[in-house]
Structures are given as C-alpha cells and as structure tokens.
C-alpha cells in the first residue's frame, strides 16, 4: 500500500516552480496536491499527481534533480479530533513520519499525505489499527 | 612508438644541441629584433655572454605585456614576407597577442604535435576528431597538422552542436577525440542525454585532452564517462611559444615531457624572477630555440609546475614538467590564502551526488572574503537531511583542502554554463561595486 509522489529539487529562484509547473504541462501530468518545503537557498517539492512515473521521466529529462517517494495517503473523517487519533497512535506504535502534508478535504473525509520512514512498518500499523487508507 | 629521435638523446647531447641553439637565436633576434636588443642592453648582456646553458639568467624576460607593447609584429625576427601564417590570441583584455609562423615553424610544430600524438598513443590508424575552434586559436589547427602528418584520419568538426560531433563520432567510428577535458565530459552528458553510451555505442579509445588543467579526479571523472581503458592523456602549450605541442603526457603518466630540443624550460619564484634548482615548484619560462618567426626569449607562461629529469619509463629522456597545478593569474587569493581552482575541483568530484561542473565566486562583504562554489546535484534525494549533508561534507572537504569555509551552493543539473573551449570557473567580484 504505498502511492508514488514526484520530488522535486529547485533552487530558491524567481520562475522556478513555473518551470517544473511547464514540463508536467507539456507532458499532460495532472497535479492533485503539491507542498514545497525550503531553505532560504533551495526547497523540495513534492507533487501528487496522476501520472508519477511520466511525470519523473518528463522532469529528469529536462534537467531537473526529481525522483519518485513512496508516500501513504491517509483517509481522516471530517470530525475534531481524528487526525488527532491517528496521531496518537503514530506516536504509540513508534512510527517515525518524515513529513505530512493535506491532499484534499472534498468528500466525506479528508485526505492527507504522509512520508513515513519505514513504508512496511507504516502499512502494518494502519492496517492493525484500521486507519482508512488509500492509493493513488 | 616514439617519434623523433631528438626524444632520446642523452643529457650532454641535449644540452650541447640547447646550447648551439640558444647562442644561435640569442644572435639572430640581438641582431634582428630591436626591442630585444634596447633590452640585452639594457641589462648590458651580449650574445657572446651566452657560453653555457646557466648564462639563461643573463637574458632579459618576456612577458604577455611585452607582446601588446610592439603589437603587433614589433618582436617578430623575420620580415612579414617570411611568414606564412598568423595567428592571435583572443585578447579578452586590451590587444590581442599576435603570432606569425614561417614555413620552417609550421615545420616544427607539425614535429612537436607528432611526437605528443604518439605520446598518448595515437597511430595512422587512427580517426581523429578535432573539437577544439578553428579559427585565430592554435589549438585546432596544431592538432589537425601533427596528427595528419602520423597518417591519421582528420575529422575537423570544430566545437558546438554537440549532437551533430556525437553523429561524425558513431558514424565515423571515431578512435581519438581531441577536446578541453570539460567539453569531453559535455559531449558525453549529450550522449547519454540522446541515448548513447559513450563507453559502448562508440569507439573513443584515446583522448588527447589540453588547453585547460587535467585534474587527477577529472581524468578519473573522463574515464567514468568515456572508458575505462580509454588512453586519456594531456598536452600543453601556448600560442606565444607556438601552440600545442609543447609538452604531452606518454602513457606512463607522470608529467608531460617536453620537446626541449625547441623549447628550453626553467623555473622562476615569480616574484623575484631567481631561477629555482630542478625539482622546485615555480612559474614555467620558456625560450623558443628553434623557431625563425617569433623566437621569444625567456616568456613567462604564469603556469606554476616543477621539472623532473630523470630518464622516463616510456623509453624517453626528455625534460618531464608536472602536471599544472594552476596559472599563477589563475591563483585566488582568498583571505590570505592562495587557493588554486584545481583544488575545488578535486572536492568537487570526490563527492558522488555532484557533477564535475561547478563555478566558483569569490565576493567582498565588508572587510571580509566571501567563498561560494555553485555545484550541480545530479543526485535525486527527498530528503533536507540528505541535502544538508551533501552540503556540509562538501564543505568540510574544502576547509581540509584550503583551509577556508566555503558556502556551498547547490543546484538543479544543467545550471551552470557549459563550455566548449577553455573553460570559465571563477567569478572573482571583489574589485566590483
């Protein structure tokens, strides 16, 4: 259970993000979610979209430093406190995330990225603790 | 094989042969060139002062400044008639320096090419590709006659469109390229950016590389590219002197020989122009013995390397210089420390998730030196801690090699400038507002 984010690594300079946004373009590569991270020199960014593989292939291509992550997207009921479950049990199971970042909140439930350390640790918690996931 | 017999004689028959030479040039441009006579007399040497080899430091130097001053044929020793070629440096600053070749010279170049084409291994078997400019620059053209002259096939195609050299090169089966060491790698990184292994899908078995420094780590990094059983050698040479053909590496790597029969070598502390016993590293002077159109006398080069004397393994006695390890106008001083870009680069290529291309950019803030050096990541990662390590054992590299910090800049692949000549590393905007 596992779905493929395209990370990107770009310099923290004007028309950066433009570019990467022109090559996925070009190639028909559909973005559902994007979160950038940064320095004050450089950032990543990560990129949910509907063709992973495409859009990687497209992006190294074109001279960008981009690879394919797998990431788990987490199904959370619009309800306070059910991130915060799923939170706690993270934290129980010792399960180490590397980042999160949201992914939708139309529907009945929300949907959210997360990057965790150990992918196999990661689907025998959710799957143990019934955390609803699913795989783009 | 070797070339010339002038390759192996023994130490007493060179220097008698350096000897007969240099008193015969040292004749010929006191009478003919009359900015080297005010000069010899200046000093108050004469030519029948030259007895020995050793009575060199008696002669007044020649520098690149000298040649802009009679700019441009005041220090040729022939009438213009003589003279069957002209060549000229590019001159980025102020006038360019002019070089003229008679007949003979084009002779001896044709020579001194030869002997380094078989130096790195090259035969009449050979296709060899010549991607240095054609034009007012040396290179291309002293290649192109040194390898004709050893029955090798010329492929002229001159630099730019890398894809079309890479077409002449599978299509051709191209065995020997020629090429700065920096485009080499870009004509590989084309390669495999259309689909061709350089190693398997053609047929480059001898680099001769020049025109800029062969690093270790970049001869290392060509091999990754090209081979590894590629015989990669360099040469060295200037157009003042003649051009390439100055010295070459043989496949023994240990320094470039030099064709001393034509050009006699010393080492000078560069700054007070005292002559340094053999072995010493210093700046490179070279008086032109054999050549009718502009024999210099005593030009410093600005390159810093030491000689060895020593009878080589390849069977040659030539005078070997060391590899560069920099111009001395090339040297950065950099908070007091004298930091040569070769340096960089050998960081820079040690560390596997950078390419070899990088550019180095020296600013003043306040009273203080800044150091950045803008490398390419080649390497994909999803992670800040990977590139914060990257980063900080890059610059922890630096600090061992130069003893300064450095902040590392790193890069998307494909930002930095690529270069098809000499390439051009440093920005130095010290002296800039």
């Known amino acids: 259970m596992a779905s493929k984010q395209i990370s990107v690594f770009i310099e923290n300079r004007k028309g950066r993000l433009g570019e990467v946004l022109d090559v996925l373009k070009e190639n028909a590569v559909n973005i559902l979610s994007l979160s950038i991270a940064d320095t004050s020199e450089y950032g990543l960014l990560r990129i949910i979209s509907d063709a992973p593989q495409k859009g990687q292939e497209a992006l190294s291509k074109a001279g960008f430093s981009a690879m394919l992550t797998d990431v788990v997207i987490l199904q959370v009921p619009h309800t306070p406190g059910a991130l915060q479950n799923i939170l706690r049990v993270i934290s129980d199971e010792e399960l180490g995330i590397e980042y999160m970042y949201g992914l939708s909140v139309a529907g009945e439930e929300a949907s959210i990225v997360v990057k965790p350390s150990d992918l196999e640790k990661a689907n025998a918690v959710f799957e143990k603790h019934q955390v609803d996931t699913i795989d783009l | 094989m070797i070339w010339s017999k002038e390759e192996t004689l023994s130490r007493a028959e060179m220097e008698a042969l350096q000897l007969s030479r240099l008193q015969e040039t040292v004749a010929r441009v006191y009478e003919k060139v009359p900015y080297y006579r005010a000069k010899m007399d200046e000093k108050g040497v004469k030519p029948q002062d030259i007895k020995t080899l050793a009575d060199l430091a008696k002669l007044p130097f020649t520098t690149k400044q000298d040649m802009r001053d009679t700019y441009p044929f005041g220090l040729f020793a022939v009438p213009k008639d003589q003279l069957v070629r002209i060549h000229a440096s590019s001159g980025t600053t102020g006038k360019p320096t002019v070089v003229g070749y008679t007949r003979g010279d084009l002779d001896t170049w044709t020579d001194c090419v030869s002997r380094i084409a078989c130096m790195g291994g090259a035969t009449s078997k050979d296709v060899a590709q010549i991607c240095f400019g054609y034009g007012m620059f040396t290179g291309a053209l002293g290649l192109h006659y040194g390898l004709e002259n050893i029955g090798a096939a010329i492929v002229p195609s001159s630099t730019g469109n890398s894809e079309k050299q890479l077409m002449y090169m599978k299509d051709f089966n191209t065995s020997l390229l020629v090429a700065t060491p920096s485009y080499a790698l870009r004509l590989a990184e084309v390669a495999r950016e259309t689909g061709i292994d350089p190693k398997t899908d053609l047929g480059v078995k001898i680099a001769l590389v020049g025109s800029e420094l062969l690093t270790d780590a970049m001869r290392e990094e060509m091999h990754n590219a090209w081979g590894r059983d590629v015989l990669i050698t360099s040469n060295y040479g200037m157009s003042e002197l003649m051009g390439p053909g100055v010295s070459g590496e043989c496949l023994e ?143 922890n590299k630096l600090k061992v090699v130069l003893g300064l910090d450095a902040k590392i800049r790193l890069e998307s692949p494909n930002t930095l400038q690529r270069f098809e000549g000499k390439a051009k590393r440093i920005k130095d905007l010290r002296n800039q507002k």
């Open chain 2, 253 to 395: 790597h240990c320094g470039m020989h030099i064709n001393e029969d034509y050009f006699l070598p010393e080492i000078i502390d560069s700054v007070t122009g005292e002559v340094l016993p053999a072995g010493e590293k210093g700046e490179l002077v070279i008086t032109c013995i054999k050549k009718e159109g502009l024999p210099l006398i005593r030009y410093r080069t600005k390159d810093v390397t030491r000689l060895f004397y020593e009878p080589c393994a390849c069977g040659r006695t030539t005078c070997r210089m060391e590899n560069l390890s920099g111009r001395s106008d090339d040297m950065l001083k950099i908070r007091g420390v004298n930091v040569f870009p070769g340096q960089i680069e050998e960081v820079v290529l040690s560390v596997p998730e950078l390419g070899p291309h990088y550019e180095i950019i020296v600013e003043r803030e306040g009273y203080t030196d800044k150091l950045t050096v803008r490398v390419e990541l080649v390497k994909a990662t999803d992670s800040f801690a990977e590139l914060q390590r990257i980063e900080q054992t890059t610059r």
